[in-house]
T-cell receptor, first 111, second 113 residues
Framework: GQQLNQSPQSMFIQEGEDVSMNCTSSSIFNTWLWYKQEPGEGPVLLIALYKAGELTSNGRLTAQFGITRKDSFLNISASIPSDVGIYFCAGQETSYDKVIFGPGTSLSVIP | SAVISQKPSRDICQRGTSLTIQCQVDSQVTMMFWYRQQPGQSLTLIATANQGSEATYESGFVIDKFPISRPNLTFSTLTVSNMSPEDSSIYLC??????????FGPGTRLTVT
């Protein structure tokens, strides 16, 4: 079945640094979603992207829908300790398909 | 967005028993979803629950093992039947709102002994 790949698998960064992570698929998606999950909680929707090339921000977070429609990127600027968690990308090929989740990128922020 | 609550938040159950997990949404939604998540892993869709119709199960999940109810537009239950230790996992429900956007509950952490 369809799978998403996320890189890096994990990141250890200093507080204040910027973070970049990406998500790729082998087929074209018409929707990309980014979620954050903290320990003991359910995933929280951060950003939803619906158009190729779209760039959307949510505070210090910025996500882009890749122009090939096979990838998406998430950037976090000036990281803080509360950014710690697992970031999942998710995508949907068409509105009739289920949403597929990537394996996640684990982010650790060193104060 | 939507606020999703789940009960119980966690449970420890004996092999062979069943557990019903409840999911409540603070607004009416057409589509609700049930996922399983092993610790440190991604989310795996169990089934889609639409009000007024039978749930649609993903490959590897069957109704006899995971019966789902969807009595109205704000509520759903998932039962994990005849549990074994392999069923130990986090079970998450979500509500589908705009487009592909889903909003998740806090999860139910199940341990089967």
């Amino acid at each position: 079945g369809q799978q998403l790949n996320q890189s890096p698998q994990s990141m250890f960064i200093q507080e204040g640094e910027d973070v970049s992570m990406n998500c790729t698929s082998s087929s074209i998606f018409n929707t990309w979603l980014w979620y954050k999950q903290e320990p003991g909680e359910g995933p929280v929707l951060l950003i939803a992207l619906y158009k190729a090339g779209e760039l959307t921000s949510n505070g210090r977070l910025t996500a882009q829908f890749g122009i090939t429609r096979k990838d998406s990127f998430l950037n976090i600027s000036a990281s803080i300790p509360s950014d710690v968690g697992i970031y999942f990308c998710a995508g949907q090929e068409t509105s009739y398909d289920k949403v597929i989740f990537g394996p996640g990128t684990s982010l650790s922020v060193i104060p | 967005s939507a606020v999703i609550s789940q009960k119980p938040s966690r449970d420890i159950c004996q092999r062979g028993t069943s557990l019903t997990i409840q999911c409540q949404v603070d607004s009416q939604v057409t589509m609700m979803f049930w996922y399983r998540q092993q610790p440190g892993q991604s989310l795996t869709l169990i089934a889609t629950a639409n009000q007024g119709s039978e749930a649609t199960y993903e490959s590897g999940f069957v109704i006899d093992k995971f019966p789902i109810s969807r009595p109205n537009l704000t509520f759903s239950t998932l039962t994990v039947s005849n549990m074994s230790p392999e069923d130990s996992s986090i079970y998450l429900c979500s509500a589908g709102l705009r487009g592909a956007e889903q909003y998740f509950g806090p999860g139910t952490r199940l341990t089967v002994t």
